[in-house]
């Protein structure tokens, strides 16, 4: 359609100017033939006219828009869905994890590949608290909010394997990061927990294999 156009354009602007020239230029063959002059003027200027308003029409028509084929818009794909579930987990347990304390560390792996399981071992540090007691409790509910950020990713795994780390001080007044907790949860336990019924206080309870450094436990 825009090539018909286009051909168009090329030809009223040609007969327009002709008609032009020869009712300007050459009025003999004009009389010769008997026909008006002031006519044939008119009708180069209407042809050029239309073909002016053939131009105007061929701006508004996109190559494109001769295809016979719809055009449709293609659904964006949310972000969320093209990080990997791994990489997605790991980030979201940092953040749980997450403490304003020098020389921590936090690691997370996960040992499964294609077609094999794996485990899930995280290394973090544990926030600090008012007083021991209350230490230990923010480890288990941090413990737990692990787990289930594990168990509703459904990522298959064997095992979970959590090591906290704590400031320790030592019988000088120095003081470093140090593991306190070491702790091992098998996937069948982790999916015997309702989360919604379920009290933090019995976290460490639940655990297939635990470990506490002796300041950390006797605290």
Do not use: C
Not at 25 to 47: E, N, P
Not at 54 to 75: D, F, K, V, W
Not at 160 to 166: I, Q, S
Request: overall charge neutral.
């Amino acid at each position: 359609m825009l090539e018909i156009l286009q051909t168009l354009v090329g030809l009223f602007i040609i007969a327009g100017a002709l008609a032009l020239w020869i009712a300007y230029k050459r009025r003999h063959w004009i009389d010769r033939f008997g026909i008006k002059h002031q006519t044939v003027i008119l009708g180069g200027g209407a042809a050029i006219a239309v073909a002016l308003i053939l131009a105007g029409l061929a701006e508004n028509i996109s190559p494109t828009s001769t295809s016979l084929t719809p055009r449709t818009t293609p659904t964006p794909i949310p972000t969320q869905n093209l990080i990997d579930p791994v990489d997605r987990l790991e980030s979201e347990i940092e953040k749980l994890v997450k403490v304003n304390r020098e020389g921590t560390r936090f690691d997370f792996t996960y040992t499964g590949s294609l077609g094999a399981t794996g485990n899930i071992i995280v290394w973090f540090p544990l926030k600090d608290n008012f007083n021991s007691n209350m230490i230990r409790d923010g480890a288990k509910i941090t413990v737990r909010n692990i787990l289930r950020k594990i168990d509703e990713s459904n990522i298959d795994y064997q095992q979970v394997r959590l090591a906290a780390t704590f400031v320790l001080s030592d019988k000088y007044g120095n003081s470093s990061e140090e593991k306190v907790l070491m702790l091992t949860y098998s996937k069948a336990t982790v999916d015997r927990i309702n989360w919604d019924n379920f009290l933090f206080q019995n976290m460490f309870d639940l655990a297939d294999e635990v470990w506490f450094h002796p300041a950390f436990q006797n605290s």
